[in-house]
């Protein structure tokens, strides 16, 4: 299973960014996750979605303003990311799971390189 993000960038804060992660392998049956780690911070839980997109979850931080979706069609899961706040900069990571949507790190058996995100104050 390989993943790869992409659609970081530098965004003012108010903006929006769409990440996407394109998945190859047997990816359909797996629960995707989001990951974010800022300089200095651990690596935290963002959002995650089930193989079928008819669960989900999000971390309280990012809630009402993030979105996580999933393609399976296309073998992609994407981030929706509106009302960005500088605090939102981090490298996020896109990860996989062959179990149920789970928040921890430990959690995830696979993992993408991360695409950078800053939000400019």
């Known amino acids: 299973v390989q993943l790869v993000e992409s659609g970081g960038g530098l965004v003012q804060a108010g903006g929006s960014l769409r990440l996407s992660c394109a998945t190859s392998?047997?990816?359909?049956?797996?629960?995707m996750g989001w990951f974010r780690q800022a300089p200095g911070k651990e690596r935290e839980f963002v959002a995650a979605?089930?193989?079928?997109?008819?669960?989900?979850y999000l971390a309280d931080s990012v809630k009402g303003r993030f979105t996580i979706s999933r393609d399976n069609a296309k073998n992609t899961v994407f981030l929706q990311m509106n009302s960005l706040k500088p605090e939102d900069t981090a490298l996020y990571y896109c990860?996989?799971?062959?179990?149920?949507?789970?928040?921890?790190?430990?959690?995830?058996?696979?993992w993408g390189q991360g695409t950078q995100v800053t939000v400019s104050s």
């Open positions: 990860a996989a799971t062959g179990g149920t949507i789970q928040v921890g790190v430990r959690d995830y058996d696979y």
């Open positions: 392998g047997r990816t359909f049956s797996y629960t």
């Open positions: 979605i089930n193989w079928s997109g008819g669960s989900k």
